[in-house]
């Protein structure tokens, strides 16, 4: 059982869940009524937060997990505090204008990448050594 | 193993599927040629029923399973089953008017946060007593 | 362990890192500058190559490894290298014309449908002879 990965999952979902309650509090706050997702640059870039995260939750969460399989649990975990910490400063940057978002952007990125580098390895390793 | 919510799973698999299907179908209704996502609010409200389903998918489908392997395998189908009852109101709601999605939303919500609330207080509870 | 399911999870994410990748470098290449994600065709042609990977995504990877689980690893891996092979082919048609993207397409979606329909038929076969 890979406890920690399992709850850092729990924490990035509870931060996607918190970027995507902000997309319906700002329709109401800048009159971007549904299914309209564009008119209004200050909603439109609290939308491409939700969105920016949702794009890479497909490659963070199997990256996440492949790497607590193959490799570690506990370093799978803080990676992935990492990766959270990376995205709450891109919403906090992105919120205040576009281009403030390119520090958190590459914490999660990195964060991300390494995940992925390590669970490749990792699986190319034991494939190879079967 | 845990069959029931790997059948769920599929279904909801397939639900989403429908949903991109309809997409397709109505670009061809509307006259939205791809790559336009915008222009006709009869394809934008189909078009966010899929995306919508989209963005809720890896919440869903990570909280599904870390309560099915820390909870219990029949109570994740089922919240599964409601979670699919709930998208399908909400798509057939969001069809008619963007006004008439709240009911389906609120269901499928509803089970997507039980799901996880299930999950993290397990897993917490894991850890804590490990 | 499934390791050539998890090696072709990799190559999957590695390539739709990619498309996403490209997406940057389309935005400044066609000017269009975040958080906007319209205005040039060009670049909505790019943005959508991503779009679409993202949205097959929670389709593919579940239905990939409920199949590697419920029915075989390496004829899971084998589908999941078609399903990259037709994204890449669709990838390549859709950046020349809209009108180009469908032979990648149906490959792509011929892969994913047989994980689908191969994970739902073995998960239902094992609940009725449990």
Redesign the interface.
């Known amino acids: ?1 890979l ?2 990965t ?2 850092v ?2 924490l990035a ?2 931060f ?2 918190f970027t ?1 309650f902000n997309v319906g509090k700002a329709r109401a706050a800048f009159g971007v ?6 008119g209004n ?1 200050d909603f ?2 609290v ?2 937060v ?1 969105m920016n995260t ?2 890479w ?3 963070f ?3 996440l997990w ?1 790497f607590a ?2 490799v570690s649990d506990a370093v799978a975990a803080a990676l992935g505090l990492v990766w959270i910490v990376g995205r709450i400063l891109y919403m906090i940057g ?1 919120s205040k204008a ?1 281009s403030k ?1 390119g520090l958190g952007f590459g914490i999660q990125a990195s964060a991300a990448i390494l995940l ?1 580098l390590g ?2 390895g990792a ?2 390793w ?2 190879v050594h ?1």
Chains 1, 2, 3 share one sequence.
């Open positions: 059982m406890h920690f399992a709850l999952t729990c979902l509870l996607y869940f995507s009524k549904a299914p309209a997702i564009s640059p439109e870039r939308f491409r939700q949702l794009e939750l497909p490659f969460l199997p990256a492949l399989i193959y992105y576009a978002r992925w669970a490749f699986i190319a034991k494939l079967a």
